[in-house]
Structure formats: C-alpha cells, structure tokens
C-alpha cells in the first residue's frame, strides 16, 4: 500500500496541501521501453504510476488488463493506481488486486451501487477510488464519498490521451473540494487529463491534490525535468 493519506485542511476552506501527489499515466509511454521509461519517473520522483484500463465498452479504446499490471509490479515499487474504465468493473476486482495494484478507481457510471463498490474494492485489500465523466454531475460521487480515499475528477473525456484540460473543470474540482471538506474526509482528490504546468496550478487552486500527467510527462524530450517542471509549477502556486 502506500502509506498513509494526508492530513486535510480545516471544514470549511481549502488549504494548500501538505503534500502533492503527481502520477504519470503509464498511457503515454513508449511501450518498447517499459521498463526504462518506469524507472526513469520513478527516480524523477513520481508518487504513482498511474494505469489506465479501457475495454472498448465503456469508453472506445483498448488498453490492457491484469497480465500487464502484474509486469508492471515487478518492474517498480512506486503505488500502481489502477484506474478501471470498463464496463461492469465489479468482474475484475479480484484479478487487479491479485496483479498487485495498489489503489483500484472504478467509476460511477459503471456502478449499480457506488457504497458497494468501493467496499469491494477495500475488502480485496487495495484503497478505492472514483471517477466522474465531465458530463456527470460531481454529486453522483457525494453519497459514496465517505468509503473514498480517492475521488478522481477527469478533466477530459475519458478514452484518449493528449486532450486538452476542460474549462468547466475548475468549479467541479471546488464543488468536491468543499463536499471533501465538509465531511471532514481523508480522500484524495486527482484530476486526469490535460494536466501539465500551465493547468494543474489551476486545479490545484481550486482544491486538487493528486495530478494524474500522462502526455506532458511521457511524451515530453525528456520525461524527468517535464516531471520536476510539473512539480514546480503545483509548488509555486
């Protein structure tokens, strides 16, 4: 596992967090160099390697699915959080938490019963996370919000890398942020998609502190000072 959550701010405002958390979406890789492109973040600095899963179904890409999260485990030590946009995610549960993932994010539009959801997820032994579409109103998220330790805004349509950051997004990310607070919670909040320097410090602002990065990072000349840049953007701001 990780470790343990940081602390939050006091009900009511949003402080700056006490500690950032950057995770670059393995997505963008080059997948002939896995492994030295993994290691390479992983000395830059990364919190978690970011994995998405896509299945054709609930959003138009294939990506991969356990076998490769199992290479993954063995090729770093960074958090594997697994972020699962299938449809019917309950079926694969069992299959990511024995490939080693970490964290296992599953979203509500994919759920019956969200509560229910990320109690399975805790009971195979990894944090629960959710995702919300941008279409999807942030309240869909609030009933399930408590069993979270992570809620996961995308911030692009979900089923492609290297979209670019949603306008709307700044006031979904506040509208969480203030359900987080006040609940007094211990959940993260991520944003995926169109995250680079220019745009986290505006999700940031608005009450983000985990930033899932995939193009700015992999597909940058040289992912480790794309990685410090990112990071020193969200710390200056």
């Known amino acids: ?12 405002g949003w402080a700056k ?3 950032i ?25 990364a919190d978690f390697l970011h994995v998405d899963v896509m299945d054709g179904q609930f959003v138009p890409s294939i990506t991969f699915g356990p076998i490769l999260v199992e290479a993954m485990r063995r090729l770093t030590s960074l958090p594997l959080d697994v972020h699962l946009m299938v449809a019917d995610p309950l079926r ?5 938490a024995r490939a080693g993932s970490d964290h ?5 539009e994919a759920v019956t019963d969200a509560l229910a959801a990320v109690r399975a997820i805790r009971a195979n032994g990894m944090r629960a996370g959710l995702s919300v579409k941008p279409r999807t109103p942030v309240e869909r998220l609030l009933p399930a919000l408590s069993g979270c330790d992570l809620a996961l805004l995308m911030t692009v349509e979900p089923g492609a890398g290297g979209q670019p950051f949603l306008d709307v997004s700044a006031d979904r990310i506040a509208a969480l942020r203030a359900a987080i607070e006040a609940q007094g919670l211990d959940c993260l909040l991520g944003v995926d998609g169109g995250i680079g320097p220019a745009t986290g410090p505006l999700a940031l602002k608005a009450g983000a502190d985990m930033f899932v990065a995939g193009h700015s990072v992999f597909r940058a000349p040289d992912p480790s000072a794309a990685l410090a840049a990112l990071r020193r953007s969200l710390e200056e701001a």
Not at 92 to 96: D, L, S
């Open 21 to 45: 958390r950057i995770c670059p979406s393995v997505l963008s890789a080059d997948f002939a160099r896995l492994g030295e492109q993994i290691s390479l973040i992983e000395r830059a600095g």
């Open 104 to 108: 296992l994010t599953v979203h509500v």
């Open 92 to 96: 694969f549960v069992e299959a990511f």
């Open 1 to 12: 596992m990780s470790g343990p959550l940081p602390e939050r701010g006091a009900v009511g």
């Open 17 to 19: 967090p006490p500690r």
